[in-house]
């Protein structure tokens, strides 16, 4: 009977840490990578078929979500502003045409960028590279 009792105990404190653990594995909040290159082909990495060897990148490939259907637009900065904002290119930044008056080549105050959207979850942000998303 004692046996029994301890078999029970053992159980139950297995239940309890392995609960608590999982519990704490799912509360944490997943990391975010972007990496968005220019001139860039399909199967320039390995994870997409790729003869030449990316390792990291496959890894984070791997281990994360990847997207096979994504569309660019000639220029880099619509397909940037695209990506970190959720609009089209042509409702965030309103080029200043030459002689016309008016137009503002400044991002609309209600096209919040990936990075604010990420930065209000607690989450910090990094960037490298080129920005020409505010028309500057």
Not at 27 to 50: K, T
Not at 71 to 97: H, M, V
Request: aromatic letters at 12%.
């Amino acid at each position: 009977m004692k046996r029994l009792y301890q078999s029970i105990a053992c159980l139950a404190a297995t239940y309890l840490i392995a609960a608590g653990v999982s519990q704490r594995i799912w509360a944490a909040p997943p990391n975010v990578v972007v990496i968005l290159a220019d001139d860039m082909g399909f199967s320039d990495l390995g994870c997409y078929g790729s003869e030449i060897e990316t390792p990291h990148f496959d890894r984070l490939a791997h281990g994360g979500l990847r997207f096979t259907q994504g569309y660019n637009t000639a220029r880099c900065w619509p397909t940037r502003g695209a990506l970190l904002t959720g609009y089209y290119a042509q409702s965030i930044r309103r080029d200043k045409l030459p002689g016309v008056k008016g137009g503002n080549r400044n991002r609309p105050a209600w096209a919040q960028l990936l990075p604010e959207r990420l930065a209000a979850a607690r989450y910090r942000s990094y960037h490298s590279g080129k920005w020409h998303v505010d028309g500057n």
